[in-house]
Nanobody, 116 residues
Framework: QVHLVESGGGLVQSGGSLVLSCAAS????????MAWYRQAPGKPRELVGEIASGGAPNYADSVKGRFTISSGSAEKPVTLQMHSLKPGDTAIYYC??????????WGQGTQVTVSS
């Protein structure tokens, strides 16, 4: 079974930066897509950024130019660099990996809080 664990969240002032990482254990070879999602209290979970195997990154309009998603190894499949953070970025951030057989895996989430 694949397990994903996010890290790097915390409290940061508006305009600051954070880097989120996702560590994976278990078999994860053959993935098709890696992504970051976020969910604020009372709001639906939304896609922040994604990158498919052999493809270019795709971002939500709200984070374009500020966030960068990067693919990595099977043990650390995806990271998210966040700059110029705003209070509206406050949410729990989740990493997600989709395997070629159609099975997806989620991390437990890491809290990002941006203060004014």
């Amino acid at each position: 079974q694949v397990h994903l664990v996010e890290s790097g969240g915390g409290l940061v002032q508006s305009g600051g930066s954070l880097v989120l990482s996702c560590a994976a254990s278990g078999s994860i070879f053959g993935f098709d897509l890696m992504a970051w999602y976020r969910q604020a209290p009372g709001k639906p979970r939304e896609l922040v950024g994604e990158i498919a195997s052999g493809g270019a990154p795709n971002y939500a309009d709200s984070v374009k130019g500020r966030f960068t998603i990067s693919s990595g190894s099977a043990e650390k499949p995806v990271t998210l660099q966040m700059h110029s953070l705003k209070p509206g970025d406050t949410a729990i951030y989740y990493c997600y990996v989709l395997h070629s057989d159609g099975i997806g895996y989620w991390g437990q989430g890491t809290q990002v809080t941006v203060s004014s």
